[in-house]
């Protein structure tokens, strides 16, 4: 089956225009709270972070300092974050999601030794059996913050650290317009939805593995007494704090980060979904423009499973584009009639009889549509020859031509292939012989007798 990924768009954007998908991001980031010029600058990556407890040319030193040390400690931990260290890593996630029961995960420590030995294994590569027995789950589960704690900096990233503290004291507004002390939850999950859009690839794929498990683990907390707010306290200086500061340098906003990260857990189901403006934007981006939809986009979006899986607002598109389609196709008739209708009352001259000809040479184009209305006419016979039937295709009705007989039974509307042949051959009524067309009329009453004769 087709599994429809409703961010398709989204990462697609992201990967292929970073710059494009950035500023888009960041745009609403700004409509839902306040970053002045510097903090801007520093979540655009366009100037260093400004961190508490670190000011000048020394703490960015000690940083880089600290960074290098921890390179050469392993592959894994220390280093910056990677793709094949978070597979390396994912192997403690699964195995914790199989003892999310155990009392006090997470806050009790682990055997020190066991713990070397398989943060050795990680770092070497070496394949870990982690259902052989040989590790607790506490040892498991420490050597998980241990990782996150060596990264060269917070997993949330040191440049979205005043964007947190920022997201934290958005809170809803009473009547008047005055600002509460109640938490705007929505503004909160979007604005989340957003800074996390713009994470670096390996972090926000971490994050996800890592908030997941520890919502699960709080689902729990009657088993292993850790709520949402006790996971927090336990990974907010791992993965939110700034490297290298203390408590007293972050003072009053140790509560907003704490509660943050309780936050983050909470609905972490709901945080690694990218707003639906955001989707329709990077949706129209490509689909907008036939030059950047590629041949698969387009069919991922017409396969019979996509569609069903389509949100309502494509579904509405859809619609409304097979509308315009409907529309351009009525007004390219209607043109069609008026040209066909002004080239029908010009003065008999050999430029309207060209002009006939090609109508008939192209059948096909004109297209029949709704009647057109014109003015009562005198009734009389339908023309038998094939430019006639054209004529009453596209004018909705009989067309007054001159005959010689009006005695004879109308014919089907239908014109055969025979008709066509002899017309092209012998050419418009008018120019035919008395001697051609009786032949005509001769070969007409013969297959009218042949269908209406007993079998």
Known sequence: PIIFNPDFFVEKLRHEKPEVFTELVVSNITRLIDLPGAELAQLMGEEDPKLPGGN???SGFLRSLMSLK????????????????????SQLIEYLHKHLRAEGLFRVPGNSIRQQILKDALNSGTD?????G??????????????????????????HFHAHLKIADLTLFDEKGNKTSTPDKERQIEALQLLFLILPAPNRSLLKLLLDLLYQTAKKQDKNKMSAHNLALMFAPHILWPRNVTANDLQENITKLNNGVTFMIKHSQKLFKAPAYIRE?????????????????LDLLTSPSSKELQPLKSQKRSRL???HQEETQQRTEEALKELFRHVHNMPDSAKKKKLIRQFNKHPTVLTPGSDVRTPPVQRRTRSRSFSGLIKRKVLGTPVIMERKSRDVTPEPERASKENIHLLQKCGSPAHMSPGKMKFLEGQKEVRCSHVHSPS
């Open 56 to 58: 000048g040319l020394a």
């Open 70 to 89: 921890r390179k050469e400690k392993g592959v894994v931990f220390g280093s910056p974050l990677t793709e094949e260290g978070i597979a390396q890593v």
């Open 128 to 132: 870990i059996d982690l259902d052989s």
């Open 134 to 159: 040989e590790f607790h789950s506490n040892d498991v589960a420490t050597l998980l913050k241990m990782f996150l704690g060596e990264l060269p900096e917070p997993l949330l990233t040191h440049k």
């Open 281 to 297: 934007c990077a949706r129209l981006h490509y689909l907008g423009s036939r030059a950047h939809a590629s041949k698969d986009d």
């Open 321 to 323: 584009d097979t509308c």
